[in-house]
């Protein structure tokens, strides 16, 4: 088992670069699926910035608080694909623009 | 020297990434996906956390992703599912959330950049990490079961419904 | 012992209006007569023992106070009932001419509906009335004005049923309102020199606060003088008299010609050192009075209904009280008054059975021939004409000539008022003489019907009596109060041989004239003729200046503002809502991607305030 110092920023700039990455796949796919997965891109870029700042101070909190997000992403999975299916059953497509009825 | 591989893994992460936002078929997205997860797992072990390595792998790309493709290949979407893809999906779209991604990155670049530090090279044993989790963060655990219990039976109750559903339609 | 009774006097018509107004009109008209007479008739009583004590006493000054009314930072007025001379003569006018004219209505409005609220209201106004004139401080004295004012308002506007009888009450509480602002000014600012609205205390302190002439204190009696010409009936506000006599008749009788009408009279009166002080208010004081009593006893002339001339006769009587309290004529004004209040409330007691017995016609060109039909009317309305053009020897004569006499040595303008006084005087004889012949005399026009019960004939015995015999005892009383110290004598010389001859000559003429007035109809019925009778009978014209210059701008400006452009503002404010609301909802989408973009927007903004701060 090996671990190296590298410079801080470097970390939480990929976790920034992967975070935003998940965003923009949240804001332009239409297709829940794709949703579902830029969320999952996005919670797991926090769980990386979570374990830099534990490896930073050398100490196991920020791999709990990583296993927190990654149950936290599970839980929401699971609900979330139940969602998809129920969705698709009751129109038909999985585009998210279309199931907009709750508005005003 | 070692630091080329933390360098080498973020280059795979961002570009597999990159590909899952941007592809048509779910499939192929998914399996970019857990190219993506992996590398983060190679990142997490260069961080000196081994643990969370582990559970990247078998919990998030074993578990969750397999869970995704399982539904995926439930819903059964194929070839008509992409030709919608493509006919959803302009390059144009991408100009209005890009710009705005691109905003939020600079600030956020610029917020981390002002502090300087470095990781400590030490590794987190997961002896080290069950002893916190059993310690201090032991209402956390209980917490997370709870939520565990309640997404559990959210998903079953879905799923009855869907089973219904589906058995009623094909009658 | 007796002067501590002084309180039932003002409490028992209270009383009595208070029970009525409970009662609701459920009591039998019996007793509803006799509580709403009958209260009066108790305060004349009582008012009687206490003027006998207060003579027994030496004619002292004696106040009862009841209780204190407010008691803020330093202002306590006190409810106190003061008895002088002044309040002495003004209570026994009130309740004893009052209580005659109860009486006579309880047979008047027998037929009427609504007699329980008649009396209510009568006595009601009795209390108000017996307020303003017993109390001691001006605050008080407010309280019965306003008072008096609302019951003037109630008993004008009596039969409800048509709405030109509340057009009339409104008119008549609109313009003594203008008049009210105006007294209501002038205690703010006596309240702001003397620190409190006692009258004694601020009599006693005006001569050494103010100076002879001082800005300040002509500019306080002068407002005063605003509210008395409001509620008197004198020029500018003298407009709303005629119209009150679409009240019943017992109520034009001692409301419009007996009591309240010369509320104005006895405030000038009681603050007699403001005006002596200012001899520029003073002057004005004259001058209103002059010119209404020759403006009014000038329309008298033209007026057809039998109503409407004691009621432009009251105006230009009062005109004579006024003028007298210009001229330093204290004591005679208020002498007037008294018998004043006799005789005009006979000649309205006596009108209004010439009223019923003709099945309320009142128009006197209807009438005519009625002296054998109704003598007793007829006997009093002639006592009553001859004391009021002041005929030798009656309760008028005294209290008129006392006026004019005095007003002629008033400096240098004095002989222009006695002028004056006398040629009204002598248009006083005529019109009264126009009424007697034109409704007594002649052809009988219509049936008469009925026959007056006791309760309306005695009360015209008594006041004929007093209006002979009224002025033969003087006003002693008054004398202590009033700086002109009592009446003089004046019996003797040319002068008041011409005063008093003045109005023998106006009787003669007029019954010469009146009597063959078939005669002139020629000249009455050519065009100049009619403007000048249309003008004359209009009250010379104020009613249609005062449309044009206030009511016509007045109603132009509410139709501008139709709608309201105060309220616009609070519409505003809905609407401005109401846009929010919809400016909000449009955020409400139902895209799960357009709140994506929002909450990454968001994100955005607070990291570059982050970045920021």
């Not at chain 3, 003027?51 to 007025?77: E, K, M, S």
């Not at chain 3, 409005?109 to 001006?138: C, H, T, W």
């Not at chain 3, 007793?376 to 002041?390: D, E, H, T, Y």
């Not at chain 3, 109401?578 to 895209?591: E, N």
Request: net charge neutral.
């Amino acid at each position: 088992m090996i671990a190296i110092s590298i410079p801080l920023e470097h970390v939480l700039v990929l976790a920034a670069v992967l975070f935003l990455l998940g965003a923009t796949g949240v804001l332009v796919r239409r297709n829940v699926i794709f949703q579902l997965m830029s969320l999952e891109i996005m919670m797991n870029a926090c769980g990386l910035a979570f374990i830099a700042g534990g490896a930073r101070w050398g100490a196991p909190d920020g791999q709990i608080m990583y296993m927190l997000v990654l149950s936290l992403a599970a839980a929401e999975v699971a609900v979330g694909l139940g969602l998809v299916l129920q969705l698709e059953r009751r129109f038909g497509h999985l585009d998210i623009d279309q199931a907009s009825e709750l508005n005003g | 020297m070692e630091i080329v591989l933390f360098y080498i893994a973020g280059a795979v992460t961002i570009s597999a990434t990159c590909l899952v936002v941007t592809r048509l078929d779910a499939s192929h997205a998914l399996v970019y996906l857990i190219v993506s997860l992996l590398a983060v797992a190679v990142i997490f072990y260069l961080l000196g956390a081994p643990f969370a390595a582990a559970l990247e792998v078998v919990i998030y790309a074993g578990a969750i992703m397999v869970l995704f493709v399982f539904v995926v290949m439930m819903l059964n979407q194929g070839r008509r599912g992409v030709a919608q893809e493509r006919g959803i999906l302009q390059p144009r779209m991408w100009i209005g959330p890009g710009v705005l991604s691109g905003v939020l990155l600079l600030e956020m670049i610029y917020l981390i950049a002002s502090q300087t530090a470095t990781t400590a090279a030490v590794v987190v044993p997961p002896r080290q990490v069950g002893i916190a989790l059993f310690g201090p963060y032991l209402l956390a655990v209980e917490l997370a079961s709870i939520l565990l219990l309640a997404a559990l039976i959210g998903a079953f109750h879905f799923g009855r419904r869907y089973m219904r559903d589906r058995r009623e339609g094909a009658e | 012992m007796n002067l501590d009774l002084l309180w039932i006097v003002s409490a028992a018509p209270l009383a009595g209006s208070l029970a009525l107004l409970v009662t609701e009109g459920r009591l039998p008209k019996a007793w509803v007569a006799a509580i709403g007479a009958g209260s009066i008739g108790l305060s004349a009583g009582v008012a009687l023992l206490v003027g006998i004590a207060f003579y027994d006493a030496g004619q002292v000054a004696y106040a009862q106070t009841l209780w204190t009314w407010i008691d803020v930072d330093g202002f306590t007025p006190r409810i106190t009932l003061q008895l002088d001379g002044l309040s002495l003569v003004m209570m026994g006018v009130v309740t004893g001419v009052g209580f005659l004219i109860h009486v006579y209505a309880t047979g008047y409005m027998a037929r009427e509906d609504g007699y329980s609220r008649f009396f209510a209201y009568m006595n009601l106004f009795v209390f108000a009335m017996l307020m303003l004139v017993l109390g001691d401080n001006l605050l008080l004295l407010y309280l019965g004005w306003e008072g008096v004012g609302l019951c003037s308002y109630l008993l004008i506007g009596f039969y409800h049923l048509d709405p030109a009888n509340g057009y009339a009450a409104r008119k008549a509480f609109v313009v003594t309102r203008v008049g009210d602002v105006a007294m209501a000014l002038g205690l703010f600012l006596l309240y702001r020199e003397f620190g409190t609205l006692e009258i004694s205390a601020i009599l006693d302190n005006a001569r050494t606060v103010w100076s002879n002439g001082s800005p300040i204190c002509t500019l306080a009696a002068m407002l005063l003088l605003g509210g008395a010409v409001g509620k008197s009936a004198q020029i500018p506000l003298q407009t709303w008299l005629p119209d009150a006599m679409a009240g019943p008749t017992p109520v034009s009788a001692l409301i419009h010609a007996a009591t309240m009408v010369t509320a104005g009279v006895y405030l000038i009166a009681r603050m007699h050192t403001l005006y002596v002080l200012a001899p520029m208010a003073q002057l004005a004081v004259a001058v209103v009075g002059a010119a209404t009593l020759f403006i009014a006893a000038v329309s008298a002339l033209a007026q057809r209904d039998i109503k409407r001339i004691p009621a432009y006769s009251t105006m230009s009587q009062i005109g004579y009280m006024f003028m007298a309290l210009g001229v330093g004529a204290w004591s005679a004004a208020i002498f007037h008054l008294v018998t004043h209040a006799f005789f005009k409330a006979l000649l309205f007691l006596a009108a209004g059975s010439v009223i019923v017995a003709l099945h309320h016609e009142q128009n006197i060109y209807r009438m005519g021939g009625l002296w054998r039909r109704l003598p007793i009317p007829f006997a009093c309305m002639l006592i009553g004409s001859a004391a009021l053009s002041a005929l030798p020897l009656t309760s008028g004569f005294y209290s008129k000539d006392e006026i004019l006499l005095t007003s002629f040595a008033f400096g240098a303008s004095g002989p222009w008022f006695w002028a004056i006084g006398s040629a009204a005087a002598l248009l006083t004889a005529l019109y009264t003489m126009r009424m007697i012949v034109v409704v007594f005399f002649g052809e009988q026009r219509t049936q008469t019907h009925g026959h007056d019960g006791l309760n309306m004939t005695v009360p015209q015995l008594v006041l004929a009596v007093l209006a002979i015999g009224g002025g033969w005892f003087g006003l002693a009383p008054v004398g202590a109060v009033l700086p002109d110290g009592g009446l003089g004598s004046h019996h003797g010389g040319v002068l008041a041989g011409i005063t008093m001859s003045v109005p023998v000559v106006g009787v003669v003429v007029g019954w010469l004239v009146f009597t063959h007035r078939d005669r002139w109809a020629g000249l009455r019925e050519t065009r100049v003729g009619e403007r000048v009778r249309y003008f004359l009978a209009s009250g010379c014209g104020f009613d249609a200046v005062y449309d044009v210059l206030i009511v016509r701008p007045f109603v132009a400006l509410a139709r501008a503002n139709r709608n309201d452009v105060v309220d616009a503002v609070f519409a505003a404010i809905a609407a401005l809502s109401r846009a929010l609301y919809r400016a909000l909802a449009a955020t409400q989408t139902g895209h799960l991607r357009w709140y994506a973009v929002n909450m990454a927007l968001g994100l955005a903004l607070m990291l570059l305030l982050a970045i920021g701060a």
